[in-house]
């Protein structure tokens, strides 16, 4: 293309300087405009062509990586999945801890959560066949701590509810085979008794309670509606 047009440049200064050749000269010309016009479409075809495959490319490249091969039925499936563990672990867990401040107040609660929140986890993977975990950007158990997928996940959902969008369950499947299933956890009144701002909600007397157990508890100054974190149900392969 850029040869074309220095051929066109070149014929006119000639066109303009010897007269002679003039009609032999305008035919090259007419040649010569049809070459670039050519030359010119095929590469803008070639262009478009190009970005259509580069599209097309990283569309499959992305859903690879998201999702290995899964179809996205198979997701779906395996969120629903997640979805139903995660409610019945919920409300066993939440349950338990009701009952426990029911009968001894929150300093009981703290005390039972102390004591069930882990086993709880265990057998509740145990029975589902499935690791079933909690975990946040703010841990209050130390064993709670968040895998790079899961903060990338926590991350994520934290940007949805800023930006005032209702966090979506969502899953991933992992280099190793198995499927991770992220459901959000979000904050509601009652969660604020022992999560909230301390002085508020979360009474000073309850939190001497919260730090005896978890001296570096970061899981604190919530308010209603936030992102707590997220259940994280990995499925085995
Ligand atoms: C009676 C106090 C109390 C109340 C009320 C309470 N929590 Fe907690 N929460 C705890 C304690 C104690 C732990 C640490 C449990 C453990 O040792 O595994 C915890 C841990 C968690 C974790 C696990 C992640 C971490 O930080 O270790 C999540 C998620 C969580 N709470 C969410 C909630 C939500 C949502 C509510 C309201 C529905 C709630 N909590 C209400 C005391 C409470």
Sequence with gaps: MFLSSIHNLMIGIVLLSNSKFKIMIKKLLFINIILFTLIFMHACKNDKQQSKEA????????????????????????????????????????????????????????????????????????????????????IRNPKDQPSQDEIDVLVQFEKEVKAGKKVKPTAKKLDGGEVKVYIPIMIEKVCLNCHGKIGQEL???????????????????????????IWSITFKK
Excluded: F, H, W
Aim: one cysteine or more; hydrophobic letters at 30%; glycine letters at 8%.
């Design 55 to 138: 599209k097309e490319t990283t569309k499959k490249e992305v859903k690879a990586e998201d999702n290995k091969g899964l179809s996205d039925d198979a997701i779906a499936d395996y969120i629903q999945k997640g979805v139903k563990i995660a409610k019945a672990s919920g409300k066993t867990l939440k349950g338990k801890l009701i009952a426990a401040v029911d009968k001894g107040g929150l300093q009981n609660g703290i005390n039972t959560c102390n004591k069930i929140a882990q086993k709880l986890m265990d057998s509740l993977s145990t029975k589902y066949n499935t690791k079933i975990k909690r975990t946040s950007l703010k």
């Design 203 to 229: 009474k000073a007397s309850t939190y001497e309670v919260i730090k005896k157990y978890y001296p570096n508890d970061e899981a604190i100054d919530y308010s209603e509606g936030d992102l707590r974190g």
